[in-house]
């Protein structure tokens, strides 16, 4: 997640202080990605330098708040109009996990699959029992309708790895006597 272009996306609206987007970031994504201040401020600081925000008066004069400048503007209107680009995916831990353990000896991947599948769907079902009480809140309906998507999606994909995980262990098991045999043909041969 661009949290850059996201503080952008929210300074379309008007001036804000850190401490308001901060809150406003976290607002309309439901909490699912909280921010750290000091992870703003820093960005807001870098977007100032980029020519993309600047200062502007604050009422009581205490507080620094930010506002687009016009380049500032037409970036967030950019972001509103590019695709996201899926590049290089995000390192997985699960999938990290299953890949590595896949390989490793003494680990019993269909345990692990089984312990994952029983956590997401935990996890699906608090998401939906979520999803049932977002009211009119539409940006938290949406990201709940991810998350509960993803988890589908994970689910699916752990029956995948389940069968594909049977299948190598009976082929290792069906091509032990074949090997045998063809290590004593082999042998007999030079014999």
């Known amino acids: 997640m661009s949290v850059r272009h996201g503080l952008l996306a929210l300074l379309v609206d008007g001036p804000m202080h850190t401490y308001q987007l901060k809150q406003q970031f976290e607002e309309r994504t439901g909490g699912t990605w909280p921010l750290n201040i000091g992870q703003v401020y820093t960005t807001v600081q870098r977007l100032v330098r980029d020519g993309l925000v600047?200062?502007?008066?604050?009422?009581?004069?205490?507080?620094?708040?930010?506002?687009?400048?016009?380049?500032?503007?037409?970036?967030?209107?950019?972001?509103?109009?590019?695709?996201v680009s899926r590049g290089t995916p995000a390192r997985d831990e699960l999938v990290i996990k299953l890949a590595l353990a896949a390989t490793a000896e003494g680990v019993d991947v269909l345990d692990l699959v089984q312990?994952?599948?029983?956590?997401?769907?935990?996890?699906?079902?608090?998401?939906?029992?979520?999803?049932?009480?977002?009211?009119?809140?539409?940006?938290?309906?949406?990201v709940l309708d991810h998350l509960i998507f993803t988890l589908e999606a994970e689910l699916r994909w752990l029956d995948h790895v389940e069968a594909k995980v049977v299948r190598a262990a009976r082929t290792r098991t069906e091509r032990r006597p074949a090997d045998r045999a063809a290590t004593e043909e082999t042998q007999e041969a030079r014999s």
């Open 115 to 142: 312990r994952q599948r029983r956590e997401s769907m935990r996890s699906l079902h608090e998401y939906t029992r979520l999803h049932r009480t977002t009211g009119d809140d539409l940006a938290w309906s949406l």
């Open 54 to 83: 600047e200062t502007c008066a604050d009422d009581g004069g205490e507080v620094e708040r930010f506002r687009l400048t016009a380049t500032g503007a037409d970036a967030a209107a950019a972001w509103w109009t590019t695709p």
